[in-house]
């Protein structure tokens, strides 16, 4: 099992900045991608950014250029900076975890709320 606890989420005006925070802990495999994905009102919920343990990063194309996402593999620890927020990356944003074993295993955090205002 891994445990998946995020900080970091609140309200900010539009073109400010935030940074989550997503602390893993658990049974964490050598092999695994962190990420963050978001769900809006009346949304789907769609990915942001995963960072693999080799250091190889994904974005979806509404962030590049102005979300960042890192991790820390010896602190099993995952961040996303979102710098010139727009009121449409208001979300519930999720941490997740994928351990790439035998099989896929998923796990996700309790969520924060990333609000932008206008």
């Known amino acids: 099992q891994v445990q998946l606890v995020e900080s970091g989420g609140g309200l900010v005006q539009a073109g400010g900045s935030l940074r989550l925070s997503c602390a893993a802990s658990g049974n964490i495999f050598s092999g695994n991608v962190m990420g963050w994905y978001r769900q809006g009102p009346g949304k789907q919920r769609e990915l942001v950014a995963t960072?693999?343990?080799?250091?190889?990063?994904n974005y979806a194309d509404s962030v590049k250029g102005r979300f960042t996402i890192s991790r820390d593999n010896a602190k099993n620890t995952v961040n996303l900076q979102m710098n010139s927020l727009k009121p449409e990356d208001t979300a519930v944003y999720y941490c997740n975890v994928r351990n790439y074993g035998a099989r896929v295993y998923t796990y996700w955090g309790q969520g924060t709320q990333v609000t932008v205002s206008s």
């Open positions: 960072a693999t343990s080799g250091g190889i990063t």
